[in-house]
C-alpha cells in the first residue's frame, strides 16, 4: 500500500477567501435638468438683487424720499403673500410655467422703469416684482428638491446654494456702482434680461409635480398645521431674526470705524454661511441634518453676541464669521430637514414655508431692532438678537424627542 505524505495546514478565517467587499455607489448629483435648472437660479438671483438697493435709490434721486423705503416693504410684503399661495398655482399648472411665470414677474417690469419715474410706478413694479420673487424661488425650490437624490439632499442643496449666492454676493453691490457710473437706466435693462433669458432653460425640467391628492394634504395650510415642519421653520425663522438685525443696523453701529470694517463683517458673513452649507450639507447626508440644527444655533449665538463688541474690528469681523457659519448649516439643515419629512409632492408646501420664514424673520428682526436701537444702543441689541435665539434651543430638543419617540 501506499502512502501519501501529507502536511498539516491550518486553515484560519484569513486564509479563506474572502469575498470582495464593494461599496455602495454614490447616487448622481449633477444631472442634465439640474444643469438646466442652474441656469434659471442664477438669472432669479440677479433678477433680484441686481436692483435690489438701486431702486431705493432711484426712488430717492426722484424726489420720493418716502417711496425708497414704501418700494422695500412693498416689496417684501408682496413676496411674503404669494409665497405661500405659489404651491397651490404649482399644482395647478405645473413647475415649468409657475417659474415661469415667476421669472417674467421678477424682470420684464423693471423695464418700465427706463421711461416712467412716478412714485406709484416705482411702488407698482416692487409688488410685481416681489410676486415674481416669490413664485420663482417657491417653484423653483420644489423643482429643485425633486431632482436632487434624496440620499444626496443635504449636498445638493448646499451646492444649489451656492449657485445662487455667489450671482447675489456679486450682484448687489454690482448694481450700485453700475446705477453711479452708468445710470439706472443699464442696470433696470440687465435685469430684464438676465430673467428672460433664464425662461430659455425652463423646458428641460419636469412639468409636474407629484399630486397631492384630493383631500390637498400637501398643501400650506395642512403643513402649517404638521409640527414635524413647524418646528424646523420656528428654528430658522428665529435665525432670520438675527439676520434681519444684522445686515439692517451692523453698518449702522460701525459709523465710528473705518469704512472698511463694515464691508468685511458684511463680505465675512455671507462667504461663511456660504461655506458652511457646503459642509453641512456632506455631513447631514451621512449623519442626518437634524442633529446639525442645535449646534449650528449655539454657534449662531455665540457669534451675534460677539458682534456687540462694537469698537473692536477684530471682534465684529469674527463675530460675523461666526455667526455666518452658525446660519448657513442652519440654512441647509433646516430646509434639508424638512424636505425629508413629507412624501413626494410636498417640496411646493416645504419651499413656500421655509422662505417665508426666512422673509418674515428677517423683516421682525429689522423692525423690532429699530424700536429698541434707540433706547438702549447697538451692542445691547446685538446682544439682545443673541438672546432671542436662546428659546429656540428647546424647539431643537422637543423636536429631537418627538423624532426618537
Not at 444684522?246 to 464691508?263: D, E, N, R
Not at 448657513?328 to 414655508?353: D, F, K
Request: net charge positive; charged share 10%; proline share 6%.
Amino acid at each position: 500500500m501506499i502512502r501519501f505524505a501529507s502536511s498539516v495546514i491550518p486553515m484560519t478565517c484569513d486564509a479563506l477567501p474572502q469575498p470582495a467587499v464593494l461599496e455602495t455607489p454614490r447616487t448622481k448629483l449633477l444631472s442634465r435638468a439640474l444643469l438646466l435648472r442652474f441656469v434659471s437660479i442664477i438669472g432669479s438671483s440677479i433678477g433680484f438683487y441686481l436692483p435690489l438697493s438701486v431702486v431705493p435709490m432711484f426712488a430717492k434721486e426722484t424726489g420720493s424720499e418716502s417711496g425708497a423705503g414704501l418700494a422695500t416693504v412693498a416689496l417684501l410684503l408682496a413676496t411674503v403673500a404669494c409665497e405661500l399661495v405659489t404651491p397651490r398655482l404649482i399644482t395647478r399648472i405645473g413647475y415649468r410655467w409657475a417659474l415661469a411665470v415667476g421669472l417674467v414677474l421678477l424682470g420684464a417690469p423693471t423695464a418700465l422703469l427706463t421711461f416712467c419715474d412716478s412714485a406709484w410706478m416705482i411702488v407698482g413694479v416692487s409688488v410685481v416684482r416681489g410676486a415674481g420673487f416669490a413664485i420663482a424661488v417657491v417653484a423653483g425650490g420644489a423643482v429643485t428638491a425633486a431632482l436632487i437624490p434624496a440620499d444626496r439632499r443635504g449636498e445638493g442643496l448646499a451646492l444649489v446654494g451656492l449657485v445662487g449666492g455667489v450671482p447675489g454676493l456679486l450682484a448687489l453691490p454690482a448694481g450700485v456702482w453700475a446705477a453711479a457710473h452708468w445710470g439706472y437706466a443699464p442696470v433696470f435693462a440687465v435685469t430684464a434680461a438676465a430673467t428672460l433669458l433664464a425662461l430659455l432653460s425652463i423646458s428641460g425640467l419636469p412639468r409636474r409635480a407629484a399630486t397631492a391628492g384630493p383631500d390637498g394634504r400637501h398643501g400650506v395650510l395642512a403643513a402649517l398645521r404638521n409640527p414635524v415642519l413647524t418646528r424646523p421653520a420656528t428654528v430658522f425663522a428665529a435665525a432670520s431674526v438675527a439676520i434681519g438685525v444684522f445686515v439692517t443696523f451692523l453698518p449702522l453701529a460701525l459709523t465710528g470705524q473705518p469704512s472698511w470694517v463694515a464691508a468685511a463683517a458684511l463680505l465675512a458673513q455671507p462667504a461663511a454661511s456660504t461655506l458652511s452649507r457646503l459642509v453641512a450639507g456632506r455631513l447631514g447626508d451621512k449623519w442626518g441634518p437634524a442633529r446639525l440644527i442645535g449646534p449650528g444655533l449655539v454657534v449662531a449665538v455665540a457669534g451675534m453676541a460677539t458682534l456687540a463688541v462694537t469698537g473692536s474690528p477684530s471682534m465684529v469681523i469674527g463675530g460675523a464669521l461666526v455667526f455666518g457659519a452658525g446660519f448657513g448649516v442652519l440654512q441647509n439643515a433646516t430646509l434639508v430637514l424638512m424636505y425629508a419629512r413629507v412624501p413626494a409632492g410636498g417640496e411646493g408646501a416645504v419651499s413656500a414655508i421655509w422662505n417665508a420664514a426666512y422673509d418674515l424673520g428677517m423683516a421682525g428682526g429689522a423692525l423690532g431692532a429699530g424700536l429698541l436701537v434707540a433706547p438702549i444702543g447697538y451692542p445691547a441689541t446685538f446682544v439682545l438678537a443673541a438672546v432671542v435665539l436662546v428659546p429656540a434651543l428647546a424647539v431643537v430638543r422637543r423636536d429631537r424627542g418627538s423624532a426618537e419617540n
